[in-house]
């Protein structure tokens, strides 16, 4: 399914809220999408989804082994917007760039 950069913003907002805050499995995600959006989302569409927007906005794949060690990089929504950072923290700073500010 080709997706719109707003359309795909907003579905990245809406999988933030469930895969991330409340820690839902991609399946029960994409179920939700699919009553929301009235569109088929399989749990590896809106993985690829969420994986795309952070590698336009950070040039980091997330959710995959960190360049400095063993670990992962993880999404943050921080005070200025969303950047990645690294599972293991504070054993390792790595931290990926912020393109855009939150609105």
């Not at 943050?76 to 599972?87: H, L």
Request: charged share 30%; hydrophobic share 30%.
């Amino acid at each position: 399914m080709k997706l719109t950069n707003e359309f795909m913003e907003e579905v990245v907002n809406d999988l933030w809220h469930w895969r991330i805050e409340d820690n839902l499995p991609w399946k029960f995600c994409s179920g939700i999408l699919e009553q929301n959006y009235e569109n088929k989302f399989t749990p590896t569409e809106c993985k690829k989804c969420f994986q795309g927007f952070f590698k336009n906005l950070t040039g980091y794949k997330v959710f995959t082994k960190c360049p400095k060690r063993d670990g992962e990089i993880i999404p943050i929504d921080g005070p200025y917007g969303y950047f990645v950072g690294f599972s293991e923290y504070p054993k390792c700073d790595f931290k990926g760039s912020r393109k855009r500010k939150k609105e």
